[in-house]
């Protein structure tokens, strides 16, 4: 098996595959924000009439005015009663540009808590950005975004709207980096020297794999010295010695995806009692398997299950599930079939999402009817203790580690929505884990205040406008629109993303849509080459 292929297949992260081979040259650059790519941010920017739902948890209200200056919410007003003409006394004075959202829907930007911006499937940062923006994400927590020296600089980019992408938050994983030498020895030693270099470098947080115990406790320590954030993939390879309890306890921020989680809770056994013949190499041996654990736990509401829970909101430990990025194990047929794919989703990445033994994630070989079976119940496992582990007081944020497994930018984040509904959290509960707890999340390493999360004045101008109410119905945020039927007893698409707001650049989310597409369109219409597999 040539060397390459090796690495990849044991990597133990879902999208890291990809990237971490990637080096900066081989990643396209981003095209410079040309005129017409949004607007402002203003002087003075008003929108009228609006109903605000804050991402605090707190009921939607309107009609409000929300006034921005430049980059900041500066004003939000109550400007009277449903049903009732508004007055015009006393509401804000005419704004450079003002936005009538009578009607309309108006929410925090959302943050991506898990994303990669490409990789060798998908290697546009721009068709990667705009999908984002289009569907509402202002945030994202690249883990990691690209190698690091490129991440850097788009996050770099970004701040400032040079181009045309959320904001970045850096996240990367122990020994890497431009300068770092990769062939020196893995010690306590070495793992503290390399998180202060990469501090050094400027990165915004660990991405962890699951370590032998002394190095990730030494990467943990260093990190939080150095006010770093936290966040891993506790992969099979690693987590018989390294379980999301374990890692906590060592001090882990955030814990990505369910690896650990039901390692944690292991009933009769303290590892996964693997069938003889499995070969963590073969990708349906490892994706099929994993869901075979959901019947091997402790119950819920059971002792076990419950100090479980207790403990990590006691900890303040947080969990970004990325449901959706494992959803089409349970239903192949539905995510292959999904109505963007012919519009909005590359080529290449298509020709990635198909069966291959040499793509990971691309595993299926042999899909069958009980594997569907066993993922289906793994999920309702799954997300009974994320909804009793959100119930108890802990924080879910929403990742969608999207790029694999029939997933596609931007649509995969408002499915992780639409499934944590599924798990039992409340419409107003998904949006706080998009908006709110997000930024908590990704501010609290820094000991920093949230500077965006929550529509309040003095937060920067992160903003989402839906002329179709979300809490009824989250499919009217993918850029796809939502099904219904008219008046006239046809049915019509309703929905997508009106604006998405950054920083008070007010970004036409269908347009953004459209340039994605046109992305998609061109490069269809490129000579085709001989398929290669995918490294």
């Known amino acids: 098996m040539p060397r390459q292929l090796r690495w990849l297949l044991v990597c133990s992260a879902v999208c890291a595959t990809a990237m971490l081979s990637l080096s900066a040259q081989q990643m396209s650059q981003t095209p410079a924000r040309q005129a017409g790519e949004g607007e402002g941010p203003f002087e003075r920017l008003v929108i009228r009439g609006v ?14 005015d929300v006034v921005v200056q430049n980059n900041r919410i500066a004003e939000v007003s109550s400007v009277g009663f449903p049903g009732v003409p508004i007055s015009e006394r006393g509401r804000p004075q005419k704004g450079a540009r003002e936005i009538d959202g009578a009607g309309w829907y108006l929410m925090p930007g959302f943050v991506d808590a898990h994303v990669h911006c490409g990789g060798g499937q998908a290697r546009d940062p721009e068709y990667v950005y705009k999908l984002w923006l289009a569907h509402g994400v202002t945030t994202v927590r690249g883990v990691p975004c690209g190698s690091m020296d490129w991440d850097l600089n788009q996050r770099d980019l970004s701040a400032k709207n040079q181009i045309v992408a959320p904001r970045i938050f850096s996240y990367h994983r122990p020994f890497s980096g431009e300068g770092w030498d990769r062939s020196r020895p893995q010690t306590p030693d070495t793992a503290r020297e390399w998180v202060r270099f990469a501090a050094k470098k400027g990165i915004d947080g660990l991405k962890l794999g699951a370590y032998d115990p002394e190095i990730m406790a030494a ?15 506790l992969d099979q390879m690693g987590v018989a010695r390294m379980n999301a309890r374990d890692a906590s306890r060592l001090g882990l921020g955030t ?7 039901f390692e944690s809770l292991l009933k009769d056994h303290v590892i996964q009692p693997f069938p003889v013949n499995q070969n963590y190499n073969d990708e349906q041996h490892r994706f099929g398997q994993v869901a075979r654990l959901h019947d091997k736990i402790h119950p819920r509401g059971s002792e076990p299950w419950n100090a479980l829970i207790k403990e990590w909101v006691d900890r303040q430990f ?17 995510m292959r079939e999904a109505e963007w794919h012919d519009k909005y989703t590359l080529p290449s990445l298509w020709e990635f999402y198909q069966p291959n033994r040499n793509a990971h994630g691309s595993y299926w070989f042999y899909w069958t009817t009980e594997d569907e079976i066993q993922w289906k119940r793994f999920y309702q496992v799954w997300m009974s203790f994320l909804n009793d582990f959100k119930n108890a007081g802990g924080r879910v944020t929403t990742g969608s580690d999207s790029g694999f497994i029939y997933q596609t930018y931007g649509f995969g984040y408002i499915l992780e929505l639409e499934m944590l509904q599924e798990a039992g959290f409340h419409p107003l509960e998904v949006l706080r884990s998009a908006t709110l707890n997000g930024a908590q999340t990704l501010h609290e390493p820094k000991g920093t205040p949230i500077d965006f999360g929550i529509i309040r004045p003095g937060l920067r101008a992160d903003m989402v406008l839906a002329d179709q109410n979300p809490l009824e119905n989250f499919k009217v945020l993918y850029a796809t ?14 929905g997508g993303i009106k604006y998405t707001i950054k920083d008070g650049i007010v970004y036409d989310a269908k347009k953004l849509a459209a340039d994605a597409a046109a992305i998609v369109d061109r490069a269809k219409r490129r000579p085709a080459t001989s398929p290669q597999p995918q490294r």
């Open 318 to 334: 947080v969990i970004d599930p990325t449901m959706t990025i494992y959803s089409a194990g349970r239903d192949v047929m539905r």
């Open 219 to 233: 990467l943990l320590d260093e990190a939080k010295k150095l006010n770093l954030g936290s966040t891993a993939h």
């Open 255 to 261: 814990l990505t995806h369910y690896y650990g989680l």
């Open 481 to 494: 629109g939502a099904v219904k039927l008219d008046e006239q007893n046809r049915p019509s698409r309703v």
């Open 51 to 64: 109903t605000v739902i804050d991402g605090t948890g707190a009921p939607p209200r309107g009609p409000m």
